[in-house]
C-alpha cells in the first residue's frame, strides 16, 4: 500500500494558490510534452476565469517519490468559507500560502482559525518573493503572531517555512537562493505532513463534496475514514436527520492528476467518488451495511445577510430567459443549497418570491450570475444583514475592514469609514502605504468600496471578513442622492438625454429600449425625479443659429452586479437577465407610487 498526504492549500484571495498548483502538476509530470495546459488549470469555470478567483473547491493527485499527495484547492475569498470549512475535514495538513509584501490578510486568518482547529499541521508559503517592497523575514514573524493568536498548538507553531515565487515556479528554504524548480516545497509536504492513517474496522466515510455527470448522475466525494470500500459493496447511508437508507455501490474512482481513475477498492485515508448512491447530501455518511456509525455533521458558520429573490415581473418579462417562472427559481435554487452549505432559502408569504440567505454580497452575486448564464430571469430586493436577539438586545453582523492605501489619501478613507459607524483599530505604515483597520457594521460595508476608490483614485484596497455578532450601532445613512425615473416606455434618444444632462448622471446609453419605472440615472439633489428621455427633436422647417449643434454626453456609468445590488433602496429591484441588468422601482407607475408613499390617498384614484 503506497503512502497518502492529504493536504489543503488555503490562501487569501489573489495570493497565488490555483498558480501554485499548476506549478505542482507541471513538476510532477502531469501533461505530455506535447499538449497544452494554459494557466489556472483548476479554475475551470468561465466565472471563476473572468473573475480571477477560485469559486468552488477542487481535488488533484499527483505522485512525487513513491507518495501519493492529494491537493485540495480551496476558495480565497471570505464569502466561500462555507467551501473551506466543509472541504478541510478531507485533509491531514494544510499549505498556508502567504503574500511575501501584503502579509496575513483577514480571510487568511479565517480559514487558518478553522484549519487549526481541527488540528491539522501547516506548512507556510510565503509567495511572490520576487516583488519590490516584499519583507518575508517580516511576514514570517506576523504569521508566527497570528498562529499563537489562534491558540496554536506547540506542534503547529513549530511550523516549516519555504520560500518562493509560484509565478516563476521556484521554492527554497531560503528567500535570498533563487533554485530550479519547487522540489524543496515537494520535499517538505513528504517530510512534515503526516501520512494518512490506515483506520480498520467498519466503513465509515463523510460526503464533502458532490459532483454530476450526464451519464451517471450525482457523485459523492469524500475521505474514507476508517475501513475499506469496495465496488458492488451494499451500504448504509446515515442522513443528517437521523434516516437510515441502504444503498450499493455501483463505482469507484480515485483522483489521478487531473482526471478520476475507476477501481475496484478504495483504502481509509484516500478521497474517493462513489458513483450510484441516491438521495445523499453533503455531511451524510456512508457506512457499513449491518452496524452503520454516522461521523458528527460538518457545522457551518451561519449566514450575515439575506436577499429577496422574485419572478421578473417588469414589461420586458420572457425577452431574454428561458426559465421565468418561480417553480424554475424555486428548483434551482433548492439545487444550489444541496452542495453549497453556506446558502439557506425559505419560502415567503409570497408564492412568487424567496429569501435567500448567504454569507455576503459575493456569495450571493456568483449565484446570480451563474443561474443567469443558464437562462434564468428573476429580480433582486435590497440586501439586508441578518439581526439577532441576544439577551434581549439588537446584535448585528461586525466585519474586520482592512483597507491599504497611500498615506496621503488616508484621511478620506477614515472619514469614509466612521460615517458608517466604523472604528478605527490600527492605523500604521506598510511600505510606502497606511495600513488601516477597522470594525464596522455589514450595513455599513455595502456601497463602500465604491466611494473609497472614487475618493482615492482607485488606489486603495479593500478587504473584510465577519468579525462577529455585536449590539446594533445605530442608524446608517444609505445613498444620499435620488434617482431619475423614466415615465415612458420606448427607446431613449440622445436628444433628451442631452437636454436632462444638468439633472444628473445616466445608466442608459441612446438607443437602448426602457420602461415606465425604469431607474435611469442619479439626480443631483436627494429626492427622485420623473423624467422621459423617450422624447425626440421635433422636426421643423426653420433653421436658427446653433440649432443643429452635435449633442456631447459622457458615456453612461454601467454597474457591475454587485454595485447594482449595494446602490439599490428598500423600494427598488435589480432586475436581471441573459442579456440585460437594469434597475427599476418596485411599483411602476408614478401615481401608484405617491399612493403607497401617502396613506391619506391610499383610497383615492388619481
Known amino acids: 500500500m503506497k503512502e497518502i498526504r492529504n493536504i489543503a492549500i488555503i ?86 500560502l502567504v503574500d511575501a509584501f501584503e502579509g496575513p490578510m483577514p480571510q487568511t486568518r479565517f480559514v487558518t482559525m478553522k484549519a487549526l482547529a481541527l488540528g491539522l499541521k501547516p506548512i507556510v508559503v510565503v509567495n511572490k518573493v520576487d516583488k519590490e517592497n516584499c519583507r518575508p523575514d517580516e511576514i514570517h514573524e506576523l504569521i ?33 537562493v533563487k533554485t530550479d524548480d519547487i522540489t524543496p516545497l515537494l520535499d517538505s509536504i513528504v517530510a512534515n505532513i503526516p501520512p494518512a492513517p490506515f483506520q480498520e474496522g467498519t466503513l465509515q466515510m463523510q460526503v464533502t463534496s458532490l459532483d454530476y455527470s450526464n451519464f451517471v448522475g450525482r457523485i459523492a466525494i469524500g475521505r474514507v475514514l476508517r475501513g475499506t470500500i469496495k465496488e458492488g459493496q451494499p451500504i448504509t447511508l446515515a442522513k443528517r436527520d437521523g434516516r ?30 462513489v458513483v450510484g448512491l441516491e438521495g445523499f447530501e453533503i455531511g451524510d455518511t456512508i457506512c457499513d451495511f ?9 457545522q457551518i458558520d451561519e449566514p450575515t445577510m439575506n436577499m429577496l429573490f422574485t419572478i421578473n415581473n417588469s414589461p420586458f418579462f420572457g425577452k431574454d430567459g428561458k426559465y421565468v417562472t418561480s417553480r424554475h427559481i424555486r428548483e434551482r435554487l433548492m439545487k444550489e443549497t444541496e452542495k ?20 455576503g454580497i459575493l456569495h450571493l452575486s456568483v449565484l446570480v450570475e451563474t443561474m443567469r ?30 483597507v491599504d492605501v497611500p498615506a496621503e489619501l488616508s484621511g478620506k478613507v477614515i472619514e469614509l469609514a466612521t460615517q458608517r459607524k466604523g472604528e478605527l483599530t490600527i492605523m500604521e505604515p506598510k511600505g510606502d502605504l497606511q495600513h488601516l483597520e477597522f470594525n464596522i457594521p455589514s450595513r455599513g460595508i455595502m456601497g463602500l468600496r465604491n466611494q473609497v476608490l472614487t475618493a482615492t483614485a482607485g488606489e486603495a484596497v479593500m478587504n473584510h471578513r465577519f468579525k462577529a ?16 425615473v423614466s415615465m415612458e416606455t420606448g427607446p431613449c434618444t ?43 427633436k421635433q422636426m421643423t422647417n426653420f433653421r436658427a443659429a446653433g440649432k443643429d449643434d452635435a449633442t456631447k454626453m459622457p458615456p453612461a456609468k454601467k454597474f457591475s452586479l454587485e454595485e447594482a445590488m449595494e446602490y439599490i433602496q428598500a423600494d427598488e429591484y435589480v432586475e436581471i437577465t441573459p442579456n440585460a441588468q437594469r434597475i427599476r422601482k418596485i411599483v411602476l407607475n408614478e401615481s401608484e407610487r405617491k399612493k403607497n408613499a401617502n396613506p391619506a390617498l391610499a383610497g383615492i384614484k388619481m
Not at 437510515?244 to 467518488?273: Q, W, Y
Not at 439557506?344 to 412568487?352: A, G, I, M, Q, Y
Not at 455578532?469 to 431619475?484: A, C, H, Y
Open 494 to 536: 440622445a436628444y433628451s438625454i442631452d437636454k436632462l444632462q444638468d439633472r444628473g448622471s445616466f445608466f442608459v446609453n441612446p438607443g437602448e429600449e426602457i420602461y415606465e419605472g425604469q431607474i435611469l440615472g442619479e439626480h443631483i439633489r436627494e429626492n427622485d425625479l420623473v423624467i422621459n428621455i423617450v422624447r425626440a
Open 469 to 484: 455578532f455585536e449590539p446594533w450601532k445605530g442608524d446608517i445613512t444609505g445613498r444620499n442622492m435620488g434617482v431619475l
Open 290 to 298: 449491518e452496524n452503520p456509525e454516522a461521523l458528527a455533521a460538518i
Open 340 to 359: 453549497n452549505l453556506a446558502l439557506r432559502v425559505e419560502d415567503t408569504e409570497s408564492p412568487d418570491a424567496f429569501m435567500v440567505y448567504g454569507r
Open 144 to 176: 508566527f503572531d497570528l498562529f499563537h493568536a489562534l491558540d496554536a498548538t506547540e506542534d503547529q507553531l513549530d511550523f516549516p517555512v519555504i520560500f518562493g515565487s509560484s509565478k516563476q515556479g521556484w521554492m527554497s528554504e531560503d528567500w535570498r
Open 11 to 96: 490562501a487569501h484571495v489573489d495570493h497565488g494558490k490555483t498558480t501554485l498548483v499548476d506549478k505542482i502538476l507541471h513538476q510532477t509530470n502531469q501533461f505530455r510534452d506535447n499538449q497544452s495546459s494554459g494557466e489556472l488549470i483548476l479554475d475551470s469555470n468561465d466565472l471563476e476565469r473572468e473573475r480571477g478567483i477560485t469559486i468552488v473547491a477542487k481535488n488533484v493527485s499527483v505522485m512525487y517519490k513513491g507518495v501519493k499527495i492529494n491537493i485540495i484547492d480551496t476558495p480565497g475569498h471570505a464569502d466561500f468559507g462555507g467551501e473551506v470549512e466543509r472541504v478541510l475535514k478531507m485533509a491531514d495538513g494544510v499549505i498556508l
Open 244 to 273: 437510515m437508507l441502504k444503498g450499493r455501490i455501483k463505482e469507484l474512482h480515485t483522483f489521478e492528476g487531473l482526471g478520476r481513475v475507476k477501481t475496484t477498492e478504495v483504502m481509509s485515508g484516500d478521497i474517493c467518488a
Open 373 to 402: 448564464r443558464e437562462g434564468y430571469e428573476l429580480q433582486l430586493g435590497q440586501p439586508r444583514v441578518i439581526v439577532k436577539e441576544i439577551d434581549g438586545k439588537k446584535h448585528e453582523p461586525i466585519e474586520t475592514l482592512i
